[in-house]
């Protein structure tokens, strides 16, 4: 175990270590209680559903490749997402298990990085919404970190188009070659890696279609979330739920943690406490949602240790 490895497990457990030590516990258990089995297994259903709604979201980008090769590679993803430090570390599994051993590997690095994009564009532009329609005051910083997410992302994923941009990106290539001499083959890789980011987001309809495949992605995350909370017993506009899942979703993203426990949580008391719903109503329905991504995760592992998601033609 490496200082950053124990230094995120050291943030995750000192979290939810305090989140649960400020809380009622019995209160936690009772709202977890009151989910059934029937509420679970279709909140279960609707992730695996997912699963493969973001494989044919993917698929826009590869089409070359089946649904059942893009989902199994994405579930893998989802399970060392959790395991491995950092939300980022499951889109690296997924491109180097996809893309290893094959001639067009930056390519589907940069489908992987793409994807990411237009699935996190999808996130914050429901969670604009989410501020514009409700009928709350929204905390101001919650407004502005959102509205500027929306367009430093698109602003982002499209620079590449820009010219100068282009040639800035393919400079800063050929300067890494010269800082790293003893790989000559790193600029050839990124040249290839921004190319073909260059080509997808040159599509605009396939960006538009991906963004709009990662508006129902996220709902059905958002529908699952809903669901839960109402046997809680949280009750909210539908409008609030849409920021408040934009806002805890780009914190667990933050690298602090392993796998956004103790940060989930936090976000989750954080935002809702301002929402006057109490903390355990608030870790009951956070907990219950991570239990549902291991199960999932779980999946992945199987599939990892079989080998089912490995492409076709790798070794």
Excluded at 192 to 205: A, K, N, Q, T, V
Excluded at 215 to 226: A, T
């Amino acid at each position: 175990m490496n200082w950053r490895w124990a230094f995120k497990v050291a943030i995750s457990a000192g979290l939810l270590g305090w989140l649960l030590g400020r809380s009622d516990l019995s209160q936690i258990w009772a709202g977890v209680g009151r989910l059934d089995a029937l509420v679970l297994v279709g909140a279960a259903g609707i992730y695996f559903a997912a699963v493969v709604l973001a494989a044919i979201k993917w698929r826009l980008l590869l089409a070359e490749y089946p649904v059942r090769t893009l989902a199994a590679v994405t579930v893998i993803g989802n399970f060392y997402s959790i395991v491995l430090p950092g939300q980022i570390a499951g889109e690296i599994v997924k491109a180097y298990r996809l893309g290893k051993g094959r001639a067009d590997a930056e390519r589907i690095a940069a489908s992987v990085v793409v994807d990411k994009f237009t699935g996190l564009l999808a996130l914050v532009i429901l969670g604009v919404a989410g501020i514009n329609l409700t009928a709350l005051r929204i905390p101001e910083p919650i407004v502005i970190g959102l509205t500027a997410l929306l367009l430093a992302g698109f602003a982002l994923m499209m620079s590449l188009r820009l010219g100068l941009m282009y040639v800035f990106a393919r400079r800063a290539c050929e300067a890494a070659g010269r800082v790293l001499p003893s790989r000559p083959s790193i600029p050839a890789h990124l040249f290839l890696f921004i190319d073909s980011w260059r080509d997808f987001i040159g599509r605009p309809l396939t960006v538009a279609a991906s963004i709009a495949l990662g508006l129902i992605l996220q709902s059905l995350y958002i529908v699952v979330m809903v669901i839960i909370a109402a046997k809680i017993g949280i009750e909210l506009k539908m409008a609030d739920w849409l920021w408040v899942f934009a806002v805890v979703s780009m914190a667990v993203l933050l690298p602090l943690s392993l796998g956004g426990i103790g940060i989930r949580e936090g976000a989750f008391v954080g935002v809702l406490g301002y929402l006057r719903v109490p903390p355990e109503h608030a870790l009951a329905l956070s907990l219950t949602i991570f239990a549902l991504q291991i199960l999932v995760a779980s999946t992945g592992a199987v599939l990892d240790l079989s080998r089912v998601g490995k492409a076709p033609g790798n070794p």
